[in-house]
């Protein structure tokens, strides 16, 4: 993660600088009686930054990978009332397990690097892998909603909470459950 912030902090201090140059070249233009002309600071960042932008999009998905994985990494410790519920979230886990195995399957085995911005293999394995977490989440909002409801004391709501931890904000969950609903069924 150091290294994403590292080159998204040299491309924001790149875009700083070049903002204030032009400025500072507009308001040099405008104050001079000099009827030089002055250009601001052109060129291609494409260029220049090009194969930088395609490394952080690339290190920025794996990242993404990596904190679905730990989320759901989370289901392992999670109890819920009810035996089916149980056997719903260890099925999940298992299988989200199973997609992050498949995933470094095909970039440990296959042998593509999936840092490496000219492998197109990697955009269509993680744009697979999303959308299957996305379906993940909404099972999972589901059973979340079910649990809620299924377990009517304090105590109860709580061990929900605690054991879905930072999975009630991941954006799918979130949004198919909303907190108005777990508090007032």
């Given amino acids: 993660m150091q290294v ?9 201090c790149f875009e700083e600088t070049r903002a204030k140059i032009n400025e500072e070249a507009k308001s ?3 104050s001079s009686s000099i009827e030089a002309a002055i250009r601001p600071w052109q060129f291609e960042t494409a260029l220049v930054f090009g194969r930088l932008n395609q490394y952080v999009e690339r290190v920025t998905m794996f990242a993404g990978i990596l904190n679905c994985a730990f989320d759901y990494a989370k289901l392992e410790k999670v109890e819920l009332s009810g035996p089916k519920l149980n ?33 197109p293999n990697f955009v269509a394995d993680y744009d697979d892998y999303m959308h299957q977490i996305r379906g993940f989440d909404r099972h999972l909002a589901t059973l979340a909603r079910q649990a809620w409801r299924a377990d009517g004391t304090l105590e109860g709501y709580f061990k929900i909470m605690v054991g879905f931890q930072g999975l009630l904000d991941r954006p799918e969950i979130h949004q198919e459950v909303s907190w108005p609903i777990l508090w007032y069924t």
């Fill in 28 to 30: 040099a233009a405008l």
């Fill in 87 to 119: 056997a719903h979230i260890v099925s999940m886990y298992a299988a989200s397990g199973a997609l992050l195995e498949e995933i470094g399957r095909k970039t440990g085995d296959e042998g593509y690097n999936p840092l490496d911005p000219t492998v």
């Fill in 4 to 12: 994403l912030q590292v080159c998204q902090a040299v491309l924001k």
